[in-house]
């Protein structure tokens, strides 16, 4: 008989809605180029779904330094946030919750960013944590 964990689970983190930010994140999904969501992070640097999107540019580009780059700093903007609304290091951040969708993503550029630079263990470790936060996260982006 397999072990139970008898511990609660911490509760899911929900990051706050920024209406002004995805606001102008659809703007610049209408120009669609780099600088457009450039202007985006440059403009709301907290915002990591500006920041996976540079980093999910680069990646098509066949720039993984540069997408490895956007996709750490959307990454650690977005650990402030989390920790900014309760998350202690663990728990699910779920993908259900659009505001969340932001980090989730930079931590997806960020391990396949990290495995086309050859940095095999970084890779894996955000890929571990991407599927800890949510499974669904990395169903739905393991098919992007």
Request: glycine share 6%; aromatic share 8%; charged share 20%.
């Amino acid at each position: 008989m397999p072990m139970q964990n008898l511990l609660p689970e911490p509760p899911a983190t929900l990051l706050p809605a920024d209406d002004k930010a995805v606001a102008a994140l659809a703007e610049a999904e209408q120009v669609d180029t780099d600088e457009s969501y450039a202007d985006v992070a440059a403009r709301f640097p907290a915002f990591s779904a500006a920041w996976a999107m540079l980093a999910s540019r680069a990646l098509a580009a066949g720039q993984p330094v540069a997408a490895y780059a956007y996709a750490r700093t959307g990454y650690h903007r977005g650990l402030d946030q989390l920790r900014r609304s309760g998350w202690k290091g663990s728990g699910p951040v779920p993908w259900s919750h659009g505001p969340n969708r932001g980090f989730l993503r930079c931590l997806h550029a960020l391990s396949r960013a990290a495995d086309e630079i050859g940095e095999s263990d970084e890779a894996a470790r955000c890929a571990q944590f991407l599927r800890d936060c949510d499974p669904a996260a990395g169903d739905a982006l393991s098919s992007v």
